[in-house]
């Protein structure tokens, strides 16, 4: 299993970035739950969306505050997260996340089988 992560950069203080992950490499007949977890400098890494494979549900972390929005497209193998109205504590690394097996998965991405490399997000003040 393979994830790429993209779309990362400078931002201003209430921009928006959409970034990017390719997913590839599940085993057949698998069930995935995707998303994405972000490290700030100085802090441990957390939960910012999730999304299921199988009925396309999504769940936040508490930063969301409505402001991410994670989508899926199943036909191309890839996830989004849409980050609206930047703010400079958004600042950090976000780590596109994976697991798979054979039965649904759904919720949270608690403890995730496998992170990509990440793209850093820098918001400026």
């Known amino acids: 299993v393979q994830l790429q992560a993209s779309g990362g950069g400078l931002v201003q203080s209430g921009g928006s970035l959409r970034l990017s992950c390719a997913a590839s490499?599940?085993?057949?007949?698998?069930?995935?739950?995707l998303g994405w977890y972000r490290q700030a400098p100085g802090r441990e890494r957390e939960e910012v969306a999730c999304?299921?494979?199988?009925?396309?549900?999504?769940t936040y972390g508490r930063s969301n505050q409505g402001r991410f929005t994670i989508s899926r497209d199943a036909a191309e193998n890839m996830i989004y997260l849409q980050v609206d109205n930047l703010r400079p504590e958004d600042t950090g690394v976000y780590y596109c996340?994976?697991?798979?097996?054979?039965?649904?998965?759904?919720?949270?991405?608690?403890?995730?089988?496998?992170y990509g490399q990440g793209t850093q997000v820098t918001v400026s003040s």
């Open positions: 490499g599940f085993p057949q007949n698998s069930y995935q739950r």
């Open positions: 996340v994976a697991d798979w097996t054979y039965y649904e998965l759904k919720g949270p991405c608690v403890a995730p089988r496998l």
């Open positions: 999304i299921s494979s199988s009925d396309g549900s999504t």
